[in-house]
Each structure stands twice: as C-alpha cells, then as structure tokens.
C-alpha cells in the first residue's frame, strides 16, 4: 500500500500513547509507518534546578531521540533552557527566587534561610530556618534546639530557656519574669519559694519574716513584736534566752527563767554587772561607776552620800569591806581607810625614836632627832648633828646637859671647867690638872714647871720642861743636876727606877766591876752561900770585866734567878709603898755554863698585893756553852705599884751547870 494509506486499517495508531510509535498509515513499503524523523516526542525540561535538557525527536524508527543536556551553571534551569541573571524574585519562573542576580529554587521547611522569600512556606523564622509558619509569637520557635520539634514547625520554646530574649527578667522582688520561657508559649514567673523581700527587724523591735512569691505576687507581711528579745535577721525574736546577748541592750538575760529582763537603774539591788544599766554592780547594788580599789563603796552607810548607787569614799577611819590590812612598817597602813585609799600612819607619827651613839673612845656624840612619817607611808629622814656643848651621850636616845658637872661628862679630849667643856692643852701647855692635857699628864714640877706633858713622869727628879730638863718642852726627862740637889736621894726614896747618880740616870748593870757597886739597891748578897757570885769567865760587853753567875743544882732548885729591884732594901718589911716601872723596857742576856737543857726564862713581877705577873717567857734549848740569849719586854702599865722585879729561868731537873746574867738594864 501507498505510503500514507491503510485503507484497511492494517496498521494501529499507537501516536497517542508512545510518541515515536506507529502513526496508523501504511509505509509504503508493506509496513505501518513510524512517526517521522525529526517529531517532537519529548518536551524540553530541566532535570534539576541547574541541568538543561532540550527536547526529544524521534529517529524515524520508532525510537524517541533524548535531547542533548545543558549544564545551566549558577543560573537556573527554565522550561526554555537556561535562565540569563535576574535583577529581581519576579524574573526568576515560579518556584524560585533572585539571589545575587541568580535564581535560585526557594527552600523547603527546615532548611536554612536568610529571607522570607527564600522559603517555600513564604517564612524565615528569627532563627534563618523555613518555617511552617510566621511563629513570631512570644516563646514560640522553629528551631528545635528551642523546641524539641523538628526544624521549620513552629511550636512553644522549652521552659527555662528564652532563646529570642522575648522574657527579659524582672527583679525577683516584683514576683514578675524570671528570664525563662515557661514551656506553653507564656514568660515563665518566678516561683513559689522565690524571696520577694527578706526578713528585717525595724528600730522598734519588730520582726518581718521572709516573704516570698506566689502567684506572680509577693506574699502578705507578717509582723512580730520582740519586747525585750533580740530582732534576729533571719531566725526572728531570740525567745527563751540563753545569754545576756539574746536581750536587747537596755536588758538582760535572767538564765535562771530563760526571759529576758530590764536593767535596772543605779541604786537598785543586782547580782551581776550585766543587770545595771550602768553596766557596774558594785557592793550588791547597780552604782554609777566601777567604783574600783579598795576604800570605795556604793553603799550610803558605808561611804556616807545619800543614797546607794553613788560611788564614794568609804568614810574616813573606817574599813567595813577589810581591804586595808595593817602594815608592820613603822609608817605602813594603820589598817584604815582615808582619802580613797587605805590609810598610813599620819603625818609626824614617829617612825624612828631620837638616837644617840658616842664615837670609840668618846671622841664624838652624835645625836639624832626622832624621825616623822610623811603620812604616804615613808619615814622621813633627819639630820643627825653632834651633841651641843661637846658633851657625850647621857643615854642611848640624848644627849647629857650642855652645862657640864664633870669631865665624864665631855666629850674624850675635852675636860669640864665652869660648867663647860673644854678642849684639853696640847703638849707642853701650862696646866694645872692631869686632865686638862691631851696627854693625860700635868706633873706638878717644885720649880713650877707644871705642862702638859707626853708621859706621866711622875718622880721627883724628873721634869717635862727645856729649863727643868734641857729635853723639848713636853718630854719627861731626868731634872739637871744643880747647886741645891734637888734630886739627891730621890730615887732611893720611892724607888721609882734604879738610880746610879743625883741626875736620876736609867738603872743599868754590867757587872764589871769587883767588887760591884754597893749603893745600888740590888736585892742579894753575892757571896758562895747565896750561890751568887761575881766572874769574870764570861762577859757579854765588849771589853767588860765579867758577869754574875748563878749557881743551879738543889741550891736553886733548878730555876736559878736574882731579885734585880726591890722597894727599899733596908726597910723591906714595909710594904706601904712600892715602885713604878710601867712602860719601862726590860732587858737582859743570859748564858749556860753546863750540857744541854731546855730552858724558860722569864721576868717576874709582884705587884704590892702580891699578885704575880709574868713578862715575855724566851723559851729554847741551850745546847752550846758561850752563847748569849737575850730577854726584852716592856713592863705593862698596869704594873705601876710593883714590891719586886725579878729574872728567873727553869732548867732541866738536877742541871749542874751555872747560869750567868749581865747587862740588865731599865729604860
């Protein structure tokens, strides 16, 4: 059949279902035509937002021909091909936007926006997400960080956060937003429990307690009166009080009843300083001050004002509290009280009694007044002065009258004359008494030479002036030898020293003389029936003639000696008067003629009461013949009325040897 016939409906039209498929003729060629080469059988269209592809053909075959694909780049795909660069929304084919001159496909719900227009929904939520709806509401949000549902649905913000700040915070005091969402689309309010306005105490002594919110409002106040209690912030009124601070200043704690109680004024009855007002319990009772130390009192008996609660002075001469113990000190308290304080001995009590003491030898007295108290517990000093009138001390506390009676009454070195005591004459001053000299001597000299002189010089041819004596004027020495003898037998007389001559010389024997001489007054005879006799074997002087020698054995009975001075030896049954050889110095040397022997030599004195007195004792062993010892001492003056002067040694028992003395001699 011709192409383009089918008259007998060999061939389907198939066209309206596949586009390149048989059209319903025949082909010529005894086949059913295909569609033609070059038909349209596909429609331009865009395979994505950016991919062109151009319309289909068919082949002439029965196939449909792709067109080829355009990549359309940053530029949108269109229905016709690539889209150029837009200026604005309304450039760009439905379903897209204009974005820096491209359109681009606006975005599904959830995905990331920048405008409205970006968006399917026609919405940008604030967070730039597309969003199912405008969700401008308070506390909603698209986002589901914010919501907990899925990005581009709109819904409630979870509570406790405010991600748009759509609930700026109200001060916690007004009860109102608390700065969060509350999980419905509302501000959440602050809570039950929220502090809306703290406790307080007011200057009245109110408690307020602690409101809180409710409600979106403040709770209602409520007040309580404290009294006398503590406003505690936040605990309230401090009832039942443990201590004085639970209380308000104007009162105390009374722990016993766990109240507290109001201070009470001075004067009032207390037990503790807290229950004062003054803050000082003194003596049992509220007082104006701490009235401290002793000798002060709040009470009126005691301190004399006229109501208790003062503190004052315990009255003077009393102590009812004995704080003022008595001091031992002479002029320590007395054991009262005076002025505020405990009392001392007043003022010119005496603390020391008058004093006066006599000087070694009473050479000063000294005397020293009673001392005073100075009433602040110290004695006073004083001046000691000397007694007046140089008298000496009648006892232990004064001074004798200064009109003397006597010398015993002055002072050492001065002697009482008229009444009045005088300072003794120095040496060689005219005198007429013993105790008008400093020396204690005034001998009364027959030439009427009477001074003070430096010994007692008490013979009759001795003087103590230069005319009596040629010595200085003061010095004891034998008187000169003149025309009228005034010394002659002087010494024979009283035997005061052993005299050679009329001058009065010192007594001195040498023994060298044969025979001695025979008007000394020497107390032995010297002959072989005294054994005493004269020799010239040995002799201590240098070119001297002898010695005396002493027989020992029975004649002596071992202790041979010589009586060298006696009172007068012609009348020695009289023993009225004596010889004075105080402070005379002895001297003698004595030698053993024989063997060895212990040996005690000594001087001998009888007093006139015949009371023996024994000098220097020279003790030795005499062991070689020839050799000289020698005997010195001084006579005591106590000795000054002697009967006998003897030298005497004690030897061995039965010792047959000969003891010799020589040079003995009175100075």
């Not at 009080?241 to 016993?256: F, M, V, W």
Request: with cysteine; aromatic share 4%; net charge negative.
């Amino acid at each position: 059949m011709r192409d383009g016939l089918d008259p007998h409906d060999d061939c389907e039209d198939k066209a309206a279902t596949e586009a390149c498929a048989a059209d319903g003729q025949c082909d010529g060629a005894g086949a059913c035509r295909k569609a033609a080469r070059g038909r349209l059988c596909a429609q331009p269209t865009c395979l994505d937002a950016h991919t062109f592809s151009a319309a289909g053909i068919c082949d002439g075959a029965g196939h449909c021909f792709s067109g080829a694909r355009i990549d359309c780049g940053a530029y949108l795909c269109g229905d016709d091909g690539c889209a150029k660069p837009c200026t604005d929304s309304a450039a760009c084919p439905n379903g897209s936007y204009c974005a820096n001159g491209i359109c681009e496909v606006r975005r599904g719900n959830g995905q990331v926006c920048g405008a409205d227009g970006e968006c399917e929904s026609g919405f940008c939520s604030a967070e730039r997400i597309c969003c199912d709806g405008a969700c401008g509401g308070t506390c909603m949000a698209c986002a589901a960080a914010a919501t907990g549902q899925p990005d581009g649905t709109c819904a409630p913000v979870r509570a406790g956060i405010d991600p748009r700040a759509d609930c700026p915070a109200d001060r916690e005091e007004s009860c109102g937003r608390n700065g969060a969402c509350d999980g419905s689309g509302r501000c959440d309010l602050y809570g039950a429990g929220t502090v809306c306005a703290p406790a307080t105490c007011d200057p009245g002594g109110r408690f307020t307690a602690t409101r809180t919110c409710g409600g979106g409002a403040c709770a209602a106040a409520a007040t309580e009166e404290c009294g006398l209690s503590v406003c505690d912030v936040p605990s309230g009124c401090r009832r039942g009080c443990a201590a004085d601070g639970d209380c308000i200043e104007s009162s105390y704690c009374d722990t016993a009843q766990h109240t507290c109680a109001a201070k009470r004024a001075n004067g009032a009855s207390c037990g503790a300083r807290q229950e004062c007002l003054s803050g000082n319990c003194v003596d049992r009772v509220c007082c104006n001050s701490p009235c401290a130390g002793p000798c002060a009192s709040c009470l009126a008996v005691e301190n004399g004002q006229q109501a208790d609660g003062t503190c004052g002075d315990v009255v003077e001469g009393t102590d009812p509290e004995n704080e003022c113990a008595p001091s031992p000190a002479a002029c320590g308290l007395d054991g009262f009280c005076g002025h505020g304080r405990c009392r001392f001995a007043t003022a010119n009590a005496t603390c020391t009694g008058a004093r006066c003491v006599n000087a070694p030898g009473n050479t000063s007295a000294m005397f020293t007044p009673a001392a005073p108290c100075d009433g602040q517990g110290a004695c006073l000093e004083v001046t000691s002065r000397p007694c007046p009138g140089s008298v000496r001390c009648l006892s232990d506390r004064e001074c004798l009258p200064s009109v003397c009676g006597s010398d015993v009454d002055c002072l050492g070195g001065f002697y009482c004359a008229a009444g009045t005591c005088t300072a003794q004459k120095t040496l060689g001053s005219t005198c007429s008494a013993d105790d008008q000299c400093a020396t204690g001597s005034c001998p009364e000299g027959s030439q009427g030479d009477a001074v003070c002189c430096a010994t007692p010089c008490p013979l009759a041819c001795q003087g103590c002036s230069l005319a009596a004596t040629g010595a200085p004027t003061g010095t004891c020495a034998p008187r000169l030898a003149n025309a009228t003898a005034v010394c002659g037998g002087a010494c024979r007389q009283d035997f005061g020293l052993c005299s050679s001559g009329i001058s009065c010389q010192e007594t001195a024997w040498t023994f060298d003389e044969s025979p001695p001489q025979t008007d000394l007054p020497y107390a032995w005879a010297p002959d072989s029936m005294s054994g005493i006799l004269y020799s010239s074997k040995w002799n201590h002087t240098p070119g001297g003639y002898g010695s005396l020698g002493v027989i020992a054995g029975p004649l002596w009975d071992a202790a041979p000696g010589i009586v060298l001075c006696e009172k007068d030896p012609n009348d020695r049954g009289n023993y009225s008067t004596s010889m004075n050889l105080g402070g005379k110095m002895l001297d003698a040397w004595v030698l053993f003629d024989g063997p060895p022997t212990t040996a005690v030599c000594l001087f001998q004195l009888y007093t006139s009461d015949f009371i023996l007195d024994e000098l220097r004792v020279l003790s030795f062993v005499a062991q070689q013949p020839g050799l000289w010892y020698q005997l010195h001492d001084t006579v005591p003056l106590r000795d000054a009325n002697l009967l006998k002067l003897l030298i005497r040694c004690v030897l061995d028992d039965g010792w047959p040897g000969t003891l010799y003395i020589d040079d003995v001699s009175i100075r």
